[in-house]
């Protein structure tokens, strides 16, 4: 088949291709006013293939607005402002990468790529021009191309392959807990050493929860992902009352676009803190003071660990699934409270099982956000600087040392690097993919951070402190 290209504007080509079959000139059919707007047919009609427009980045740039917006897929251009608003992992998540390329996301998120791809065909409108760069933004093509190869070879080593056993196990381990909560009170009685007891028991199991829910969330249990919604659903609402669309809404932006102030939800400190280098001196010499952030290092232990779940999250939650009208988490949530109130009433009747519940959410915060901090708050936290997904998710995240415990305690999340770079891989498979991971980072000179347990809950001090010492140095000296 021949073709020729003729330039529509500066920065868009249009290729002609020409038929020899048919005997007559085949071009794309876009009616002037409608370049863009997706919802072209991706099937050949009548004999014609259809044309792609060819477009530069320069112009794919432009169409990163909250009405507008391109994404590059496999060098092909996509428009996804309407289908944004549709979008399963949500409207923020896909909005993040508009104008550059989503390729490495893009297959991070979805286990089924085949699937995925009929929605994508409709909202396909051209591919990039020759000769331009399948990266944008002067990304490094060898270290792409390097981490693309090493997901290949994830894939031929069938890292991404689910161990049910494992699951299985850690699903009744819950549910072992959960009875050891009842059964000890029901044999030593409602006294403080029995309640202290209780507590911590139900503490484990809600922190082991979220972590499970967590791998669910990630559709890395089952190979379908109707069955992962439906346990995630499950251990998220029934198991800790909470809302699955709640934590695929905040969670998916953070790995999208992980330790990016405006993007990643996690660093929206609601300027309670100030974090990474940038922002608190962004806020010092703008004379920002809600609270005396070189201080925030020790106000963090009252406000941080205490709070987030039984306030900060609680409050979010239900007020998301009540203006959201998501009934459906709604209904699962509140299994959750008649499970718990019909299990504990009898032992603390109504308002001493509410404030039981509030001690037990008060210790799982405390272990999750030290968990979940300890691999990104020292870490670069910055604004968009629209890094290669390798070295984005590097710069924003570290491991802690493998053993036993650490991955038990931490739901395998100290291997945070090998979960950011491989959202769905079972986690069971993680250091497997590590080694590899390294000596890929090795390669290229990225900094593959490996810290002990308590020297990672050390640095999240550290950090802290570090931040407020620039905010007040910013404050005092504009």
């Given at each position: ?206 922190a082991q929860s979220g972590w499970l829910q967590h791998d669910f969330g990630h559709l890395s249990v089952f190979r379908s992902s109707k069955w992962n919604h439906l346990l995630h659903k499950f251990l998220i609402g029934h198991m800790k009352g909470a809302s699955g669309n709640w934590w695929n809404h905040r969670h ?7 330790n990016i102030f405006n993007k990643d939800p996690d660093v929206n400190m609601l300027k309670v803190f100030v974090l990474g280098d940038t922002q608190p001196v962004e806020f010092g010499k703008r004379k920002i003071k809600y609270l005396p952030y070189n201080y925030q290092h020790e106000y963090f232990f009252l406000i ?175």
């Amino acid at each position: 088949m021949d073709a020729f290209y003729e330039r529509i504007s500066p920065h868009t080509v249009r290729k002609i291709r020409i038929e020899p079959m048919l005997g007559v000139e085949g071009e794309e059919n876009v009616k002037e006013g409608e370049m863009g707007k997706g919802g072209e047919k991706g099937e050949e009609e009548g004999g014609y293939e259809k044309m792609l427009t060819h477009y530069t980045w320069e112009e794919i740039q432009k169409h990163n607005s909250r009405t507008d917006k391109w994404l590059v897929i496999d060098r092909k251009v996509y428009n996804v402002t309407n289908w944004a608003l549709k979008h399963p992992g949500g409207i923020r998540v896909i909005s993040h990468f508009a104008g550059e390329d989503a390729t490495d996301a893009f297959q991070a998120f979805h286990p089924d790529l085949t699937f995925v791809r009929k929605f994508m065909k409709p909202l396909l409108i051209g591919e990039l021009a020759p000769g331009e760069p399948s990266q944008d933004r002067q990304k490094k093509s060898e270290l792409v191309e390097d981490f693309r190869a090493l997901r290949k070879t994830a894939e031929d080593m069938k890292l991404f392959k689910r161990d049910m056993v494992f699951f299985s196990l850690y699903l009744a381990h819950l549910f072992v807990l959960e009875f050891l909560a009842w059964l000890t009170l029901s044999y030593f009685g409602t006294g403080w050493i029995p309640t202290l007891l209780t507590a911590l028991i139900l503490a484990t199991s809600q922190a082991q929860s979220g972590w499970l829910q967590h791998d669910f969330g990630h559709l890395s249990v089952f190979r379908s992902s109707k069955w992962n919604h439906l346990l995630h659903k499950f251990l998220i609402g029934h198991m800790k009352g909470a809302s699955g669309n709640w934590w695929n809404h905040r969670h998916f932006q953070h790995h999208a676009k992980p330790n990016i102030f405006n993007k990643d939800p996690d660093v929206n400190m609601l300027k309670v803190f100030v974090l990474g280098d940038t922002q608190p001196v962004e806020f010092g010499k703008r004379k920002i003071k809600y609270l005396p952030y070189n201080y925030q290092h020790e106000y963090f232990f009252l406000i941080g660990p205490p709070l987030l779940i039984p306030v900060y999250f609680y409050i979010q939650i239900m007020m998301t699934m009540i203006t959201r009208r998501d009934w459906v988490d709604l209904a699962w949530a509140t299994t959750y409270y008649i499970r718990y109130f019909t299990t504990y009433i009898p032992f603390y009747g109504f308002f001493g099982s509410i404030l039981f519940v509030i001690f037990v959410r008060f210790i799982e915060s405390h272990w999750f956000v030290w968990v979940t901090q300890m691999n990104h708050i020292p870490m670069t936290i910055d604004d968009e600087k629209h890094k290669d997904w390798l070295t984005m998710q590097l710069d924003s995240t570290c491991n802690i040392e493998q053993s036993f415990f650490n991955d038990w305690f931490s739901g395998h999340l100290n291997f945070q690097i090998e979960h950011h770079l491989f959202p769905t891989m079972p986690r069971h498979n993680y250091y497997k993919i590590a080694p590899l991971v390294k000596s890929l980072c090795d390669k290229h000179g990225l900094n593959y951070q490996v810290k002990p347990l308590l020297q990672a809950f050390k640095d999240i001090i550290g950090s802290l402190k570090k931040s407020g010492d620039l905010w007040l140095d910013a404050y005092l000296h504009k």
